[in-house]
């Protein structure tokens, strides 16, 4: 389903966009200048994409830490939900679950040479937007890494991690943990050191 102007049939313009009412910005992307509603997500799904942004902030925080004992730590943010431009012609915006950012001026749009880090939490609504338009996309722009992240009852089940490897525009397959098989959500280096237990992605009690 997408979304058009009343009485008109061009593209819609990045300005058009980003002059939309804030209520309804937020339950839509720009994809090649169609606005597009984006896929149903219940509260597991929501919850799971907070608890991995909290975990990532709280890395980010201890990264800045250890990086002051050297020098002016490079600044980093952690959002969730928020705009990111991949490109202006023709326009094209996503919304990741999560977004690891350098630091920007409060009004300033976020745009892919900005991001670090993308994060889209899988649901049974979002499958084949995640793991092929959206990868395809995120990879095109040039974001450094992407997580893929299922969920159950607990939180999170599986973390798929892929990077820009190469100059071809095509993600690589980093790596893929499981709740029940592997020790930790998550463990890099780079874009700087994380490490993320898997208790930090509960979010109900075992069933």
């Known amino acids: ?3 058009s102007w009343p009485g008109r049939h061009e593209p819609t313009t990045l300005d058009e966009y980003l002059a939309l009412d804030a209520e309804m910005r937020r339950e839509v992307e720009l994809v090649d200048g ?6 149903k997500r219940d509260r597991r799904h929501q919850k799971t994409g907070f608890r991995l942004a909290e975990a990532i902030e709280s890395a980010v ?3 800045r830490r250890d990086h002051q004992r050297g ?3 490079p600044c980093i943010e952690v959002n969730t939900e928020v705009d990111v ?3 202006e012609v023709p326009p094209t915006i996503r919304k990741p679950d999560v977004v690891v950012h350098h630091c920007l001026d409060d009004f300033e749009e976020l745009a892919a040479r900005d991001v670090l880090i993308v994060v889209e939490v899988v649901s049974r609504w979002s499958q084949s937007r995640d793991r092929i338009h959206k990868m395809g996309e995120y990879a095109k722009a040039g974001i450094p890494h992407y997580l893929i992240v299922e969920f159950d009852g607990i939180g999170a089940l599986t973390l798929e991690h892929y990077a820009l490897l190469a100059v071809d525009q095509h993600y690589s397959r980093l ?3 499981h709740r029940d098989r592997s020790g ?3 463990s890099i280096t780079d874009p700087f050191p ?3 237990q898997w208790n930090e992605l509960e979010t109900g009690p075992p069933t």
Do not use: Q, S
């Open 1 to 3: 389903m997408t979304t």
């Open 175 to 177: 790596g893929t943990a």
């Open 34 to 39: 169609t606005i597009t509603p984006r896929e």
């Open 184 to 186: 930790l959500a998550l």
């Open 194 to 196: 994380l490490r993320i």
């Open 71 to 73: 020098g002016e730590p």
């Open 85 to 87: 431009v991949l490109w």
């Open 61 to 63: 925080a201890k990264a």
